[in-house]
Nanobody, 114 residues
Framework: QVQLVESGGGLVQPGGSLRLSCAAS????????MSWYRQAPGKQRELVAG??????TYADSVKGRFTISRPNNKNTVYLQMNSLKPEDTAIYYC?????????WGQGTQVTVSS
């Protein structure tokens, strides 16, 4: 079993920054990818950013503003979010993929509003 605990969400003004963290514990071996997804009210959950040993991937809407990192391929993944916009408002979920199973965090709310 794997447990994912997210933190770092909150309320921020447009143009501001937040950094989300996701700490994994438990059977955290054979990790293929760690990712951040988000889900806004009335919308489907979407991939925001992902990281594997081969590199990173980003949604077009966040390229140049968000950065995903996983220092030393350890058990914590970060999402640095800069130049935040109201349309970034959503619940952000951490995802861990071991190839044969997938785990989700409980989600952290990010609200961008003046």
């Amino acid at each position: 079993q794997v447990q994912l605990v997210e933190s770092g969400g909150g309320l921020v003004q447009p143009g501001g920054s937040l950094r989300l963290s996701c700490a994994a514990s438990g059977s955290i071996f054979s990790i293929v990818a760690m990712s951040w997804y988000r889900q806004a009210p009335g919308k489907q959950r979407e991939l925001v950013a992902g990281i594997t040993r081969d590199g990173t991937t980003y949604a077009d809407s966040v390229k140049g503003r968000f950065t995903i990192s996983r220092p030393n391929n350890k058990n914590t993944v970060y999402l640095q979010m800069n130049s935040l916009k109201p349309e970034d408002t959503a619940i952000y979920y951490c995802n861990l993929d071991r190839g044969y199973d997938v785990y989700w965090g409980q989600g952290t709310q990010v609200t961008v509003s003046s």
